[in-house]
């Protein structure tokens, strides 16, 4: 079975210029998040999907990060113009749906992520 | 915020079972307690999850106290690859929104 995909893997890119990561999470999956992880600490999460619609965005920072899935599968994260601070790996995870929840042990399933480096 | 307190770090001897504690005193009561592990330069891989009972898959077991305060993962027979860092996370019922604290950091040792 064929995890969640992310790219690119690294990115390093100048202050105040902009990036954009891409993420295909698992065929049939409705849910989608995208969390940020600065070295040393937990994921964080920015955004959460269900299907094409926004769940939660209420700690993505809206002044400079977006975020879109616009066919229900695949989505992009993009950050602009990009900080020293945003340097972080940005993970993608996928799950089935929100119906059955943690009763039923709904999963979280992770990419490799991001690696973003702003200079 | 994370609601669960666990060690910053831990080390355990290869082939040695490695009990990762997790504080939770303030779980509601419709609260899982799942772990994750995040190998290096991975993302997070499920591990297991508990309400009430104690639980036992392929991977792992999770002890939970009575009065579910605190639980504790089990890796029973710990491997070189089991090296990385685990974290303990609260997932209400019909919730998604996992949150991350720091985790504990998992050393095996030769």
């Known amino acids: 079975e064929a995890g969640v995909a992310q790219s690119p893997r690294y990115k390093i890119i100048e202050k105040r210029q902009s990036v954009a990561f891409w993420c295909n999470p698992i065929s049939g999956h409705a849910t989608l998040y995208w969390y940020q992880q600065i070295l040393g600490q937990g994921p964080k999460l920015l955004i959460q999907?269900?299907?094409?619609?926004?769940?939660?965005d209420s700690q993505l920072p809206k002044d400079r990060f977006s975020a879109e899935r616009l066919k229900g599968v695949d989505s992009t994260l993009k950050i602009q113009p990009a900080k020293l601070e945003d340097s972080a790996v940005y993970l993608c995870a996928s799950s089935l749906s929100l119906s059955g929840g943690a009763r039923s042990g709904e999963k979280l399933f992770f990419g490799s992520g991001t690696q973003l480096s702003v200079l | 915020d994370a609601k669960t307190t666990q060690p910053p770090s831990m080390d355990c001897a290869e082939g040695r079972a490695a009990n990762l504690p997790c504080n939770h005193s303030t779980i509601s009561g419709n609260e899982y307690v799942y772990w994750y592990r995040q190998i290096h330069s991975q993302g997070p891989q499920y591990i297991i999850h508990?309400?009430?009972n104690n639980e036992t898959n392929e991977m792992a077991s999770l002890i939970i106290t009575e009065d579910r305060k605190s639980s504790t993962l089990i890796l029973p027979h710990a491997t070189l690859r089991d090296t990385a860092v685990y974290y303990c996370t609260n997932l209400a019922q019909g919730a998604q929104k996992l949150v991350f604290g720091q985790g504990t950091r998992l050393t095996i040792n030769p």
């Open positions: 999907f269900q299907n094409n619609g926004v769940v939660d």
């Open positions: 508990g309400l009430k």
